[in-house]
């Protein structure tokens, strides 16, 4: 009995040092921006390039944005560049007519890239994900910032502004210009490009990274003039008729579920994609729908773009899809939400999923719901 106590006793001081060890390195932000600071004063003139990750979501834009008219008001030459397209509902974004898409116009990209005194990263710590401007980046001069939320950074910065402990690249970049004692400077520009960001990687201020920061930030930003029934209308009513048609196709027809293995799985090929003429963005979401159903913890979905075969995957509970997304398709991200990509056909990718899958058993039977 004395001995079963003391065991107990121990045990617990094991759990509580291992939960704190935890918890200290999940909300460790570094902050080696200091350095930087001087070049954001006021008036210097300094060339700054903002670039974010490919095929760019309201965070990823949102922030650059943000930034861009933020860093315009200190009298700094800004530009936006996106290593991609991005989908029409993010249009309304003030600033979007002057982002330089690098697929578009590479000669200017790449000529701005070379020029720039600062590159700022935002929302993505590789540079493989910012596709062939990744090249052109680290070719670059520049003074290099990250200002990120991902998981597992590779190091290319010079200066970082970095959590994982954050519910989006958008709440670091209000963070990012208090500090700077630039909170005057924001207005509702910059507030509405950063509520969406926020918006949107929180699923309205629901998932779990969302924390009295991100409701105080939101509060302010609404305070300022950000609308937020009317971002999330611009936001989540702003699709094509397309985007619905396919979504019917994928729930009746491509939902499969594995369910031994509690995991939702779509797969969608080329000739699926050009029969209902699917544009950038219309697939957004669609990894969700798995989710939804009872008992479902992990859900995948999988398409055959043009140049290689995109992943996304969500879970709840404890699964963690950016383990899977890194140990098999090259990729990263969040615990419950991850992605990755394959240069293998959409089968053979499909094939793999299938069959790493029951490897991961256990942890998908005891993931909670
Ligand atoms: P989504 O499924 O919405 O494209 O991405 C979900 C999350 O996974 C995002 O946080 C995103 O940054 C990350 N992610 C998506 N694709 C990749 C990838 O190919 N590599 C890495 N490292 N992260 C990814
Ligand atoms: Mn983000």
Redesign the pocket.
């Known amino acids: 009995m004395l001995f079963s106590k003391s065991a107990a006793k121990i045990g617990l001081v094991a759990y509580i040092l291992r939960v704190l060890s935890k918890n200290s390195k999940d909300n460790m932000m570094e902050d080696t921006t200091e350095g930087i600071l001087p070049f954001l004063e006021p008036g210097s003139g300094t060339k700054i390039v903002i670039t974010t990750?490919h095929?760019p979501?309201a965070d990823a834009l949102g922030s650059s944005l943000a930034l861009y008219h933020y860093l315009v008001k200190l009298g700094k030459q800004v530009t936006v560049v996106s290593p991609t397209d991005y989908p029409m509902n993010l249009h309304w974004m003030p600033g979007n007519d002057k982002v330089v898409n690098f697929e578009e116009n590479e000669e200017l990209a790449t000529q701005l890239a070379k020029d720039a005194d600062i590159i700022f990263c935002l929302?993505?710590n590789?540079l493989?994900?910012i596709n062939r401007f990744g090249f052109v980046v680290h070719e670059a001069s520049a003074k290099k910032i990250m200002i990120d939320h991902?998981r597992?950074p590779t190091g290319f910065d010079d200066y970082r502004f970095w959590t994982i402990n954050t519910s989006s690249t958008c709440e670091l970049i209000y963070d990012f210009i208090a500090k700077n004692e630039g909170e005057e400077l924001i207005d509702e520009e910059i507030a509405s490009c950063i509520y969406a960001g926020i918006m949107a990687d929180t699923g309205s201020f629901r998932f779990n990274s969302t924390s009295s920061n991100t409701h105080r930030v939101a509060a302010k930003l609404i305070d300022i003039g950000a609308d937020s029934a009317k971002i999330h209308a611009l936001l989540l009513d702003n699709f094509s008729l397309t985007r619905y048609r396919l979504m019917g196709y994928v729930l009746y027809k491509k939902l499969h579920i594995i369910p031994e293995l509690k995991t939702a799985l779509v797969y969608l090929n080329q000739e699926e994609l050009q029969r209902f003429n699917i544009q950038t963005g219309d697939t957004?979401g669609f990894?969700n729908f798995g989710l939804g159903i009872k008992g479902i913890v992990f859900s995948a979905?999988i398409i055959d773009r043009t140049v290689m075969v995109?992943?996304?995957?969500?879970s709840q509970g404890s699964f963690p899809?950016?383990e899977f997304?890194?140990t098999h398709?090259?990729?990263?991200?969040?615990l419950n939400?991850?992605?990755?990509?394959s240069m293998d056909t959409l089968e053979a990718t499909v094939e793999k999923f299938r069959h790493v899958l029951p490897q991961y058993k256990d942890a998908l039977l005891s993931s909670e719901e």
């Not at 995109?310 to 969500?314: E, L, T």
């Not at 939400?337 to 990509?341: D, E, I, N, P």
């Open positions: 990750h095929k979501d929302d993505f590789d493989k994900r991902h597992n957004e990894v979905l995109k992943m996304s995957f969500r899809c950016n997304a890194s398709f090259t990729g990263g991200g969040h939400a991850a992605g990755g990509s």
